[in-house]
């Protein structure tokens, strides 16, 4: 079992941009939840997805959006960058309503 | 709206101390309560997990203890080692989707 698998693992851009972070889940695990973390912090959640919809949203602006896909991988998107998005995102999966499993992560640094 | 904070921020110990972590939430009504590791730069690696019905779980050098009542959490590590220096975070599930972290604690056992 690969475990949750996040890519890409470093990425670099400037502001305005627009950014996609893909995320794969644990095998048999169909909900998938994303996590900012800025650092020395606790992980934030941004929102979670199941069944391909946003089940539940933190407090994040709408230029964070998401989708998940039939294979129940998911993609986190940001527009419009801010030097402020520069943190470690995190994916986790777990099924429904059971222990969620993290990935490594990725950078996202925004010059 | 529930609230993590854990105490210390920071701990330094020399090796082979026994050593506690503390990880306080405001609402009692959680889910579950799940301790992490996370080393420099990296996703989180999941350490031990109590349900609302468990009093304590233990893994190897590690004891991890619930008190609903009280708000409160301790993680216990017997034997430091090198090895175990990281950030520990605690994260509560309330019912909610999502996982609330505190913003941990990080340990450095010198050698």
């Known amino acids: 079992d690969a475990g949750v698998t996040q890519s890409p693992t470093h990425l670099i851009k400037t502001r305005g941009q627009q950014v996609t972070l893909r995320c794969s889940p644990k095998?048999?695990?169909?909900?998938v939840s994303w996590y900012q973390q800025a650092l020395g912090q606790g992980p934030q959640f941004i929102f979670q997805?199941?069944?391909?919809?946003?089940?539940q949203r933190g407090n994040f602006p709408d230029r964070f959006s998401g989708h998940q896909f039939p294979n129940y991988s998911s993609e986190l998107n940001v527009n419009a960058l801010l030097l402020g998005d520069s943190a470690l995102y995190l994916c986790?999966?777990?099924?429904?309503?059971?222990?969620?499993?993290f990935g490594p992560g990725t950078r996202l640094t925004v010059l | 709206k529930q609230e993590v904070t854990q105490i210390p921020a920071a701990l330094s110990v020399p090796e082979g101390e026994n050593l506690v972590l503390n990880c306080s939430f405001t609402?009692?009504?959680?889910?579950?309560l799940q301790w992490f590791r996370q080393d420099p730069g990296k996703g989180l690696t999941s350490l031990l997990l109590?349900?609302?019905?468990?009093r304590e779980q233990t893994s190897g050098r590690l004891n991890a203890s619930l008190d609903k009542s009280s708000g409160r959490s301790t993680l216990y590590i017997a034997a430091s080692q090198p090895g175990d220096s990281a950030t520990y975070l605690c994260?509560?599930?309330?019912?909610?989707?999502?996982?609330?972290f505190g913003t941990g604690t990080r340990l450095k056992v010198l050698a």
């Open positions: 986790a999966s777990s099924p429904q309503g059971g222990e969620q499993f």
């Open positions: 095998s048999g695990h169909d909900t």
């Open positions: 997805y199941y069944e391909e919809e946003e089940r």
């Open positions: 609402d009692s009504a959680i889910y579950n």
């Open positions: 109590i349900q609302s019905s468990q």
């Open positions: 994260a509560v599930h309330s019912g909610t989707y999502k996982y609330i």
